[in-house]
């Protein structure tokens, strides 16, 4: 078995660093948020995730300030639109560094479509879209305690938007027709979900 500690691992064995690749897949964050000016920006985050379900808590985390958190500090609110193979193109096209104030969902070529709770825009073509209000915004911190630049954002679902052509007679979602992406790697990997199984919980 290989040990090495993460600021110190052998670059012969391991050319590029694995963590994102252990910590896979993972659900992308893509996020949608607006200014108090009412400026709209569109941005995929390969750190996202769930972690509460009662109520709904998503959360993403921003290297560095960058206009997604600038504008979530200004008006508390994000939308999360979920990425999916058939808008993998448009998705990635939204990670691109555009100048301060262009549209991303311009670039992209993507119709935004307005939501019922928050302000900012949902993707029109996303399946499924929850709308968020800010709960807390805070630096992560290192094992001594300093601020590494790393800003998680924390959003309760207020709101949630589902095509129901992808809700099957039973009431769950038919996730393998809406073939979500994830995040496998930092080299521009990966995955889709086409396949699912079942295991029953122990009682």
Known sequence: MLFYTPEKRDRAILRHDPFKAIIAPRPIGWVTTMSKAGAINLAPYSFFNAFADRPPILAFSSVGVKDSLSFVRETGEFVWNMPTWD???????????????????????????????????????????MECKVT????????????????????????????????????DLRLTEIKPIARCGGLGDYAVVEDLFQMERPK
């Open 136 to 171: 807390s915004i805070q630096e992560l911190k290192d094992i001594e305690g300093r601020g590494i630049d790393y800003w998680l954002v924390l959003g309760q679902v207020v709101g949630v938007h589902i095509d129901p052509a992808y809700i099957d007679e039973n009431g």
């Open 87 to 129: 808008l993998r193109h448009a998705m990635n096209e939204t990670s691109a560094t555009l100048p301060r104030g262009e549209n991303e969902f311009v670039h992209a070529g993507l119709e935004m479509a307005p939501c019922n709770l928050v302000k900012p825009p949902r993707v029109a073509k996303s399946p499924v879209a």
